[in-house]
């Protein structure tokens, strides 16, 4: 029977996005139109306190872990809240998730064959994989205590710049082909007793399927492990970490992929959840990927497109045609469309140093900050500064800069140049590391805002005259778990249609605002000089 005969054979298919983010599992449920209509979630540290968790993880110096058996439990809790609920589980067409990226699990040897044959539906998955993991305690994206390995994995392949050629961002501390490594020599009797390394979203997809899910390529492309353009596993990088990695790892599959059951028949939800749950057998498991591909399906980003979120820290979500990877930032596959990419872009100063100038020169009063972006021109004069208040990320640099038209440094800005210096500062400089990356803004270029400031106007409106693009706006609590519920139905229509069309009739956009006529002519040359003070400023440090 072909997919869509299956899919037709239900009146309403619902679609399961999960997402085992750092904090919690979320679950949602999307109907045929993509429209929400149910969600639940588990916490970590409320809901699982025997765990003793907080936020989710374990900090013990620069190590920091998340209980594996904790995941495995949050998910026997989920399909009960989801039970009690009274979710009609066999209305349910396919299955896909997201998890946090880079994080990763050790299956021991003949836990397959657990997954896979030996599953009572009488009893919890907490209760039957106790004894599955070698690893109890899994390094999650928080961690950062494997700077040698780093070291190791860039001065074999080459350099910083030759390891993000490779697989698409320089050897970083929380890449999970670094955790491994340090696994490896630290605890090498463990390794050799792992069958399979799942990264979090792998390892979800498993737990569903009663199998070891593929790992996909865009949440493969956060291991300093596959090459980005081939999208197979490098071999140089593995033998850089681990003896015998390849094996442990499997194969690598399109992030929409419909996965298989031992790598033979359809990868159809396992027997143990259509017996206790009322699954109906045909229930597909859509490849699981991380939840930052996962949010840009979920934002519905197209070719050309930007994302741009406003928080404590800002990230930028952009869609690549031909990347550039850099030693700044992290250059993915594409989650929905196969041939192209996504580069990812963290900036530790976001909303911490907008308030920062809100209360210096605004008297902590926004409508003060808004009246000054009013009151101020479109490239300040000339004026430029750059505020990393902590260290930045995106560059590696810090302190407050300013400097004026001339580029020279100066001490101080009057209020209103200084507020307007931030906000063009904080986009130019967003501008300046999508740009490096290989992004080009094109006549239908979108900037989609989120996040907390992408409430304000007037901030909306400089990000829009630097990008020189509309700015839309759409509320994205769920963005990962939705996006995921949006590739549970991609998965099983991605021969016949492309994911724009999957998700045509979800949620449309707001419009916020347009850029102004100048924009192009005022920022173009801007950014080109914040571009040459930044590099300056990194370059001294
Ligand atoms: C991305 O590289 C990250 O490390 C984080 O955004 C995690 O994915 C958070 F879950």
Request: hydrophobic share 35%; glycine share 8%.
């Amino acid at each position: 029977m072909s997919r869509s005969e299956d899919n037709r054979q239900l009146a309403t298919p619902l679609y399961l996005g999960l997402d085992y983010s750092t904090q919690q599992l979320k679950a949602v449920l999307v109907d045929d139109n993509l429209h929400e209509i149910y969600s639940t979630s588990v916490n970590f540290e409320k809901d699982l306190p025997e765990f003793g968790t907080t936020g989710g993880c374990h900090k013990n110096g620069d190590e920091v872990t998340a209980p594996t058996l904790m995941w495995v439990k949050a998910t026997d809790l989920l399909l009960d809240q989801m039970k009690a609920d009274r979710i009609d589980f066999s209305k349910i067409a396919s299955i896909s998730g997201s998890g946090q990226q880079h994080g990763s699990i050790y299956w021991k040897n003949g836990s397959r064959e657990i997954l896979a044959n030996k599953l009572n539906p009488g009893l919890t998955l907490y209760d039957q994989l106790q004894d599955s993991f070698v690893i109890n305690n899994s390094p999650i994206w928080m961690d950062s205590s494997t700077i040698t390995e780093c070291r190791q994995l860039e001065d074999a392949l080459g350099g910083p710049q030759a390891v993000a050629d490779l697989t698409g961002s320089r050897a970083y501390e929380r890449f999970t082909g670094n955790q491994i490594c340090k696994i490896f020599k630290t605890a090498q009797d463990d390794y050799e007793k792992c069958e399979r390394i799942s990264l979090v979203s792998s390892f979800g997809a498993s737990l569903f399927l009663g199998d070891y899910a593929s790992i996909d390529y865009s949440d493969g492309s956060g291991m300093n492990l596959m090459d980005i353009k081939a999208r197979t596993w490098a071999q140089q990088a593995l033998d850089c970490c681990a003896i015998g990695l390849r094996e442990k790892l499997g194969d690598l599959v399109p992030s929409f992929q419909p996965l298989l059951f031992l790598l033979i028949t359809k990868g159809y939800v396992s027997s143990y959840y259509v017996k206790r749950f009322g699954f109906q057998p045909k229930c597909q498991i859509i490849a699981f990927t991380g939840d930052n591909p996962a949010s840009l399906a979920g934002l519905r980003l197209q070719g050309g497109d930007v994302s741009v979120s406003l928080g404590t820290s800002d990230t930028v979500f952009v869609w690549l045609e031909e990347p550039r990877p850099a030693i700044e930032g992290h250059v993915f596959a594409n989650p929905v469309n196969p041939t192209d990419y996504m580069a990812l872009l963290c900036f530790k100063n976001g909303s911490f140093a907008r308030e920062k100038v809100r209360d210096s020169c605004c008297k902590g009063s926004w409508e003060t900050f808004n009246e000054s972006l009013r009151s101020t021109a479109r490239g300040n004069n000339g004026n430029i500064g750059i505020y990393f208040y902590d260290t930045e990320i995106t560059p590696h640099a810090i302190g407050v800069h300013r400097f004026n038209a001339a580029g020279e440094k100066v001490e101080s800005f009057d209020s209103s140049v200084e507020v307007r210096a931030l906000i063009e500062g904080q986009f130019m400089g967003k501008r300046v590391h999508a740009e490096n990356l290989g992004y080009n803004i094109g006549p239908s270029s979108r900037v989609l805002a989120t996040g907390g400031a992408a409430a304000n106007k007037e901030i909306l409106q400089v990000l829009s005259d630097v990008f020189n693009a509309p700015v839309y706006t759409l509320k994205t609590e769920n963005s990962a778990s939705l996006g995921a519920a949006y590739q549970a139905k991609h998965g099983l229509l991605h021969a016949s249609m492309s994911f724009k069309d999957v998700v045509k009739n979800a949620a449309p956009y707001s419009f916020a605002v347009a850029p102004n006529e100048d924009a192009d002519k005022v920022y173009t040359s801007l950014t080109h000089s914040y571009k040459q003070l930044e590099e300056q400023v990194a370059n001294s440090q």
